[in-house]
């Protein structure tokens, strides 16, 4: 390796190597006791004048919590390794998966998909809800109480056999398993709760291609289809670090699905027969779908609850995936009016069109929803957006408020990027007339959160 000169001309050890960084608290354990969940599945504690952000606990509990990350300033990261004073509310954790080897709720060596299983099912609800909260306070300075709700028709908790998509990575020996909690080990171990009934049977019993992401998803017909993917060896050097915070994380992610080498079927024709009322979708398997099998049913019947779109109206879908609202749109505007679908993903695009064709009043526009909208000239009585979990964002915001909608109707996964929505919204003079907050993730800590908006 050619050494580099310092500023004097003369190599530096110093500037070779960087000083070896304080590891801080990590390692170290701390007597807590839990106050408030926050965004991201963590209670918050307080220790010696620092937050630490404590995963597996309940709010209420006294813990030992092992600090696990520490990034210096006023706060660390540990994970819960004995319980001092239990909740009532605590359980035997749902999931061994999420829970490692240790074989508790104490455990940071498990995978990150059931991050609230060791809570009861009013906890978990009470817990999403008290989050949802908290950031719509904070973020936009609203208050508003929330009751969280299932997707089951019958609105019983449905915690285990919701999942129909399940990504899983393959070890070195050819087995698949979930991701390591912030890590790029696989946990070889499939009883995750989440996955349908028989989606992930037989999976086990197989050797894989090592080093292979498998996609099983299993589509409203109830074929089970199974894709491998296999990365890019640059892009995957560079994205399997644990490094970095959730948001450079969910980069990498992306990153590496845009260097996909190979794409190949091993079970099922990769092509999903998904069904909403009396639409039908065919699109790939490696395409976007809710993984709740409720989902696009019971966000389908709150679009169409609070829609104010008439015949002869004019209805916007941004960031419209397939169209599944947009073909609620449509059955409202009826064959005089008009629903502007907008969607960057090209295959969900061609998906919608086909499933849509039928409906000439919906037209769709392949590209981004900041590029669409000044193209879109008349005005909309209904806006209806399901931005990424990064959230729409000022630019589209105030363009969709400059179009003047009667009503406004945002869905968002991240209730962060929820309640910085629902603050530029305000700014635009919409204020958070409804909410619903939909438990579409059971036994995790995220939530779907659906917003009616008007002036």
Same mark, same amino acid.
């Given at each position: ?32 006791? +839990? ?18 952000? /404590? ?71 009470? !817990?999403?809800?008290? /989050?949802?909260?908290?950031? +719509? ?62 989606? +992930? ?6 050797? !894989? ?79 976007? !779908? ?15 609850? !609070? ?129 619903? /907050? ?18």
């Amino acid at each position: 390796m050619t050494r580099r000169s310092g500023p004097g001309g003369q190599g530096s050890d110093h500037d070779q190597r960087r000083e070896p960084r304080d590891p801080g608290w990590v390692g170290r354990e701390v007597d807590v006791v +839990l106050g408030d969940p926050a965004h991201g599945g963590f209670c918050v504690a307080r220790h010696e004048g620092r937050v630490v952000f /404590v995963r597996h606990g309940i709010p209420g509990e006294r813990v030992l919590a092992r600090v696990t990350e520490d990034r210096g300033g006023g706060y660390c990261f540990a994970v819960v390794t004995e319980v001092i004073e239990a909740s009532e509310h605590r359980v035997e954790p749902l999931c061994p998966v999420a829970t490692g080897s240790e074989g508790d709720a104490a455990s940071s060596n498990g995978a990150g998909c059931c991050d609230l299983s060791h809570m009861d099912a009013a906890a978990q609800r009470d !817990w999403k809800a008290r /989050v949802v909260e908290g950031q +719509l306070r904070r973020i936009a300075h609203i208050e508003r109480a929330v009751r969280v709700e299932s997707l089951h028709e019958d609105g019983e908790p449905e915690l285990t056999g919701w999942r129909t998509r399940v990504r899983l990575a393959v070890d070195r020996e050819g087995n698949a398993g979930y991701r390591r909690y912030r890590g790029s080990e696989v946990v070889a171990d499939l009883r995750c709760p989440q996955a349908m009934a028989g989606l +992930l049977d037989g999976i086990g019993d197989r050797g !894989w291609r090592p080093g292979c992401e498998l996609l099983v998803v299993a589509d409203s017909s109830g074929q089970r289809h199974i894709v491998e993917t296999v990365t890019a060896p640059d892009s995957r050097g560079r994205a399997s670090g644990s490094q970095g915070g959730s948001r450079q994380r969910a980069a990498s992610r992306r990153a590496r699905a845009a260097h996909r080498s190979e794409v190949r079927i091993l079970e099922g024709s990769g092509d999903t027969a998904q069904v909403v009322g009396d639409a039908a979708w065919e699109l790939p398997a490696t395409g976007f !779908w809710q993984a709740h099998r409720h989902a696009a049913e019971r966000y389908s019947a709150v679009v169409r609850e !609070w829609s104010t779109a008439g015949p002869g109206d004019v209805a916007w879908d941004l960031y419209s995936g397939a169209g599944v609202f947009a073909h609620v749109l449509a059955g409202q505007v009826g064959p005089g009016g008009r629903v502007e679908a907008v969607e960057a993903d090209a295959r969900a695009v061609a998906a919608g069109e086909q499933a849509l064709a039928g409906l000439p009043q919906v037209r769709f526009h392949a590209m981004p929803t900041a590029r669409a909208l000044p193209e879109l000239a008349e005005r909309p009585t209904v806006v209806v957006l399901d931005p990424p979990r990064a959230g729409a964002g000022r630019e589209v915001i105030e363009r969709v408020a400059a179009a003047g909608p009667d009503r406004i109707i945002h869905i968002g996964c991240d209730p962060a990027a929820f309640a910085r929505d629902c603050a530029l919204y305000a700014e635009q003079g919409y204020e958070l007339a409804d909410l619903r /907050v939909l438990d579409a993730f059971p036994l995790t800590h995220h939530m779907e959160c659906v917003a009616l908006l008007q002036r």
